[in-house]
């Protein structure tokens, strides 16, 4: 009745690629500061307009310390969107690798780092929170090698592992990163935040080095979750959510790894829809003229002349236990990326399977 109906949260979890990067350290940090970037200030504004509980940002300066990030909630703050509790660790976007890993025979550019980035953190990807974070039971697969991931698709020529061995033997999967975070629900219990943003499978040769790591990247999930990483998946229920950076049908990369994500049986896809990718595909020629999906899913305006055109780059794609009230795709002026989001109803604390959380787990990770 209606006290057990009572019982029922609703979150709105949401992705975006902000695109909020600068071309040196500190600079975005100096850019939130003064308060006169447009960009920044549309950030916020959509972001605040869309009112996610739990975001993740994509395409976000790290710095050590998360003096951008502390800068920025502060905006989202005096916005009317408080995040009292983030998260942001160190990603593999231009972290040096001291290899050669693109093959070019130099070394210390922005493809040699373990994930393209021109200094250490550019491009990288925070979690904010309305809800506690618990950060002691978190996962972090950011630092695995990609020739540890069961079934990798390693790169190669006829010459043999592509660029080298020895760059595959310190190459990481991860282009920024992959995150398990815990986010404590007000009854107590878990809900697993899965984030990551893969690398475009673009802009490499006929090794298709980037193709098939972004494969991997999006595939690391459905490895982690069928207990295929020497972990036990969470029990309690999951949502992974990021930039895969690969459209099920249009522009280029292997397609394999995204269609066995949002078709994974403890995964749904409630396939988030806007107008405005049916507009801009009805305005244009060229590859959109020409595209196979759904307008209306794509999340990201690349271009149609020379670029792909709108693609369904990031996701939003929850357990199967919770039940989908609504979704769609938030359009902030002049950006070339939608925030996604997806509204879900969790189950109360009697449904959830043995080895979720407790109250007083929770309260211990609240501290």
């Not at 040096?96 to 393209?116: E, K, N, T, V, W």
């Not at 069928?226 to 309690?236: I, Q």
Request: charged content about 25%.
């Amino acid at each position: 009745m209606a006290g057990t109906a009572c019982l029922a949260e609703t979150l709105r979890i949401a992705t975006w690629h902000v695109d909020l990067e600068r071309d040196g350290p500190g600079l975005l940090l100096r850019d939130i500061l003064k308060g006169e970037d447009r960009d920044i200030a549309a950030a916020v504004a959509a972001i605040a307009d869309a009112a996610p509980d739990i975001l993740l940002l994509t395409g976000f300066d790290w710095d050590d310390g998360g003096a951008a990030l502390g800068a920025f909630a502060d905006r989202l703050s005096a916005a009317g969107m408080p995040f009292p509790h983030r998260f942001a660790a160190r990603p593999n976007a231009g972290l040096p690798s001291g290899a050669d890993l693109d093959g070019d025979g130099r070394l210390g550019g922005p493809r040699d780092a373990q994930g393209y980035g021109r200094f250490a953190g550019q491009g990288g990807m925070a979690l904010l929170s309305k809800l506690p974070l618990a950060r002691s039971d978190a996962r972090d697969f950011t630092d695995l090698k990609w020739a540890e991931l069961p079934g990798a698709m390693l790169p190669e020529t006829e010459a043999g592992p592509f660029p080298s061995k020895q760059a595959l033997a310190v190459q990481r999967l991860s282009s920024v990163g992959h995150w398990d975070m815990p986010v404590i629900l007000r009854d107590g219990s878990a809900l697993h935040v899965l984030g990551f943003a893969a690398g475009p499978p673009v802009f490499d040769g006929p090794e298709d080095r980037n193709g098939k790591r972004n494969h991997d990247e999006i595939a690391l999930w459905s490895r982690y979750l069928a207990g295929g990483l020497g972990l036990d998946a969470p029990e309690a229920p999951v949502v992974v959510l990021g930039r895969a950076n690969l459209d099920p049908h249009d522009g280029e990369g292997l397609r394999r790894a995204i269609a066995q994500l949002t078709a994974h049986p403890r995964l749904q896809d409630p396939a988030p829809r806007s107008p405005r990718g049916i507009e801009i595909s009805q305005a244009q020629g060229g590859a959109n003229a020409a595209q196979r999906g759904d307008p209306a899913l794509d999340t990201a305006d690349f271009g149609d002349d020379p670029g792909p055109g709108n693609l369904r780059t990031q996701y939003v794609l929850p357990d199967r236990a919770l039940r989908v009230t609504g979704s769609g795709i938030a359009w902030a002026e002049d950006h070339r990326h939608g925030l996604v989001w997806v509204d879900i109803d969790l189950p109360t604390a009697a449904d959830q399977p043995a080895g979720t959380f407790s109250a007083s787990q929770a309260r211990t990770a609240r501290k």
